[in-house]
């Protein structure tokens, strides 16, 4: 049996990726083979496929963190059966029409759900929640600042921000994505194209600054400190663009708490924290539902993730195999 994948044999920008035919493995004792409908892209598949992402895996891979699909083979052991609908997720692999997984690669997708839904879900909700709610600690009443509100993380930030009780300022670069991301949930929105993002946010806040900053993109420091409260966070989630550097004085005199999030790392390092994360996050999966805006071939792989580095997408987008 045959099957197509995105591969990737070099390192560099999106057009080194191919489409080829690849060998489908035999199944070992518990695995799965899910004939994948819909694959997520992510800026971290971006990353990876250009060497900059802190995960190297060894060339050629199959990129891809998270898809949707159906089973339609499952070895002795499996925790599920054929015609099972599933999440797959993986650090590679998902640009696919198959993959094969063991039992912890899989989740059932959530009831009521599309494959496209299903398969943009895990990455950013997932992500949001543990950096908003067990990283940042954000309480009821406070508010928050997501910069990149329109990506897939940020717009998941900005609904699980709403949920949890916070007023949400969200920035994004056109009028467009701004309004997108009210659709989500946010209060206030910030057209950084026309508009400093501190100087608005002082605005907005009163001239008191917000609580807490979610922060996919890179934002520099002077302005997110200048956006910041007295005792504020900011949560590094990833870098868009340049990395910023954070003057250690101006962190201090503002008592201010600079927290790194990456959230698998954290669960591999400390699993009783995604215990107790899960049943929240399968509570979200009926609040908080993924926006899709575009979707594109597997051949097309290359124009997606181009997408995502260019800043065109709203919400997820994802590959149909």
Do not use: W
């Amino acid at each position: 049996m045959k099957y197509r994948a995105v591969v990737c044999r070099e390192l560099g920008n999106p057009d080194v990726l191919r489409v080829e035919e690849l060998d489908a493995p035999p199944l070992a004792e518990t695995q799965a083979r899910v004939n994948l409908h819909a694959c997520g892209v992510n800026f971290p598949d971006l990353l990876m496929v250009a060497g900059k992402y802190q995960f190297k895996p060894d060339l050629p891979f199959v990129p891809g963190f998270e898809s949707a699909g159906e089973v339609i083979e499952a070895a002795p052991g499996a925790r599920v059966k054929v015609g099972d609908r599933v999440i797959y997720r993986r650090k590679t692999g998902g640009f696919a029409e198959q993959a094969v997984a063991t039992p912890n690669e899989l989740a059932p997708v959530p009831e009521g759900y599309s494959f496209d839904e299903a398969a943009t879900y895990t990455v950013g909700v997932l992500t949001a929640y543990h950096a908003l709610f067990t990283r940042g600690q954000l309480q009821k009443g406070e508010r928050l600042l997501v910069t990149g509100a329109a990506g897939g993380v940020g717009m998941a930030a900005v609904a699980i921000g709403k949920y949890l009780g916070a007023e949400v300022i969200a920035a994004c670069s056109s009028a467009e994505k701004c309004a997108a991301t009210v659709n989500a949930g946010a209060s206030h929105t910030i057209n950084t194209s026309e508009r400093r993002i501190d100087e608005a946010t002082k605005e907005i806040t009163g001239g008191r600054g917000v609580d807490c900053i979610y922060d996919p993109v890179g934002l520099s420091s002077e302005i997110a400190l200048r956006a910041l409260t007295f005792g504020g966070r900011i949560l590094l989630i990833g870098f868009a663009a340049d990395i910023p550097s954070y003057p250690a004085n101006r962190l201090l005199i503002k008592c201010a708490s600079l927290i790194g999030v990456r959230a698998g790392e954290y669960a591999r390092h400390f699993p009783a924290v995604r215990v107790e994360e899960a049943p929240f996050i399968e509570k979200l999966t009926q609040i908080v539902r993924p926006h899709v805006s575009k979707a594109y071939r597997l051949e097309d792989a290359a124009r997606a993730l181009l997408d995502i580095a260019e800043r065109k997408a709203i919400g997820r987008i994802v590959l149909h195999p």
